[in-house]
């Protein structure tokens, strides 16, 4: 986004814009499996989509996930 | 001729996605333990991979024919986000069913196949009528 808007180069975001949409499906699809697979619970859920749209939320959630995988 | 074509891939995978889908949802339905470790390595070899294929090609389609300003895109892929979501509840249901391996886990009473039908439902209609 900021080469479309200030460096005026379009083609980037047609080109990251559906790299970014695999990207944010794979990571939907890694959560609601391990919802599925009973590795984390609804509150982990909504902790994990909510981080997504967050700056850096996934930073804070990473750090959340290691500390959860340890207990696994 | 590359838009059909790429429409043609999309809905192949599509087809292989649902299925395979399909299978895994009647399978923890009526669990035997047999079943469970062959599906989940077709899952992993063929369905989720095809997953991946009709989002991909569904990518390039809305590229190529200029549908990412249309509502009708835009609720459709909402409702993909809730059949790939079931697709990974399914895999992890599967996936605990294998690790469990003493015994068949419980039959899963869930309406994930009814939901999934919907979805699908709802899919093709947006994509075929494009009513807004």
Redesign the interface.
């Known amino acids: 986004m900021p080469l479309k808007y200030w460096a005026d180069t379009p083609q980037a975001v047609?080109l990251m814009g559906?790299a970014h949409?695999?990207a944010f499906?794979?990571f939907?699809?890694?959560?609601?499996?391990?919802?599925?697979?009973?590795?984390i619970n609804g509150l982990g859920v909504l902790r994990l989509f909510i981080g997504a749209f967050i700056p850096f939320g996934g930073l804070v959630n990473e750090r959340w996930l290691r500390n959860q995988a340890e207990k696994h | 001729m590359l838009y059909a074509l790429t429409k043609a891939a999309h809905l192949i995978s599509l087809f292989v996605w649902v299925g395979g889908m399909t299978a895994v949802a009647i399978a923890l339905r009526h669990p035997a333990i047999l079943h469970m470790a062959p599906l989940k390595r077709y899952d992993r070899a063929v369905t989720t991979p095809a997953m991946l294929l009709a989002l991909l090609f569904g990518i390039l389609l809305g590229v190529q024919g200029g549908w990412f300003t249309s509502g009708w895109l835009g609720a459709k892929i909402v409702v993909v986000l809730v059949l790939a979501g079931l697709h990974g509840v399914l895999v992890g249901k599967l996936r605990h069913a294998v690790n469990a391996k003493a015994k068949p886990a419980a039959a899963d009473s869930s309406p994930i196949l009814a939901i999934g039908g919907v979805c699908l439902s709802v899919i093709v209609l947006l994509a075929s009528l494009k009513p807004f």
């Open positions: 047609a559906p949409g695999m499906l794979t939907l699809w890694f959560v609601a499996r391990s919802w599925g697979e009973g590795l």
